[in-house]
């Protein structure tokens, strides 16, 4: 199927775009924040390479391996001696009136606090608690991403490292 452009996809589009896992929490995020009098939309789910190199162009992301890109894949100790291959996928979710500007250029914003609360709440990790960078200079970068939520998944049984 083609690829549908970026600006063309439906709020039903970019759920579909997710793990049904993932779909299943950030459906929940959604509806906690709409009960809550906030107007959340998602701006991204899946990117391409080129989208996410576009992203750390204008500073939205500091991170080529990042879970809204599909070919990402980590890898992590399960037990002694076991790794994980471990898949993730990523959202990014604003209110509809203000995005990232108006009130929500500041990342105190309650919105975004309101966010981080759903998706801790619903097993999901926030953006907003990612820590600041040490920088070589001595100085710290903020990392905070707080449109960000995501998740990551092992579906594959762990493997012994030694057999490779
Ligand atoms: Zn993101």
């Not at 452009?5 to 039903?12: D, N």
């Not at 960000?148 to 493997?159: D, G, L, N, S, Y």
Request: with cysteine; glycine share 8%; charged share 25%.
């Amino acid at each position: 199927m083609e690829e549908k452009e970026q600006s063309k996809k439906t709020q039903q589009d970019l759920l579909n775009e997710l793990h049904p896992i993932f779909r299943w929490r950030v459906e929940t995020i959604l509806s906690t924040l709409s009960a809550m009098g906030w107007q959340p939309k998602i701006v991204f789910a899946k990117r391409t390479e080129a989208q996410q190199t576009e992203a750390i162009a204008r500073g939205a992301s500091h991170t080529k391996t990042s879970w809204h890109v599909p070919s990402t894949i980590g890898v992590s100790a399960a037990s002694k001696g076991f790794v994980q291959v471990v898949r993730g996928n990523a959202v990014d979710i604003v209110d509809r009136r203000y995005a990232w500007g108006g009130p929500a250029a500041n990342k105190g914003f309650q919105f975004w606090n309101d966010l981080g609360t759903a998706a801790r709440a619903n097993s999901c990790e926030w953006g907003g608690d990612w820590k600041p960078k040490k920088l070589k200079n001595g100085g710290y970068r903020d990392q905070r991403d707080v449109a960000h939520v995501q998740m990551k998944f092992t579906e594959e049984p762990p493997q012994s490292s030694f057999t490779v």
